[in-house]
Nanobody, 118 residues
Framework: EVQLVESGGGLVQPGGSLRLSCAAS????????MSWVRQAPGKEREGVLC????????YYSDSVRGRFTVSRDTAKSTVYLQMNSLKPEDTAVYYC???????????WGQGTQVTVST
């Protein structure tokens, strides 16, 4: 059974930082791309960024470039999203997704809420 379990979300003030984690199991983690996708209230899901099986990073949202980064720990089958200089417009449910390639969302996590507010 494939499982993607996100953690690390919460409430943070503007300018603050959070690190999200996604623990994966049930598929060949080292061979799959890992993506972070977010959905803000009233909006469609938006791809944020992706790390390929060869650790190449692709940004799908220009608004996070320079503030967010992604990494993966193959030994722990975990992918991380480091979010710095957070803005209120980053408020969303953040999902971890995976597939053979960066735009192939075969499996999804349950999501974790990130709220940026004073």
């Amino acid at each position: 059974e494939v499982q993607l379990v996100e953690s690390g979300g919460g409430l943070v003030q503007p300018g603050g930082s959070l690190r999200l984690s996604c623990a994966a199991s049930g598929f060949p983690f080292s061979s799959y791309a890992m993506s972070w996708v977010r959905q803000a209230p009233g909006k469609e899901r938006e791809g944020v960024l992706c790390i390929s099986s060869s650790d190449g990073i692709t940004y799908y949202s220009d608004s996070v470039r320079g503030r967010f980064t992604v990494s993966r720990d193959t030994a722990k089958s975990t992918v991380y999203l480091q979010m710095n200089s957070l803005k209120p417009e980053d408020t969303a449910v953040y999902y971890c997704a995976t597939g053979p390639g960066c735009l192939e969302y075969r499996y999804w996590g349950q999501g974790t809420q990130v709220t940026v507010s004073t």
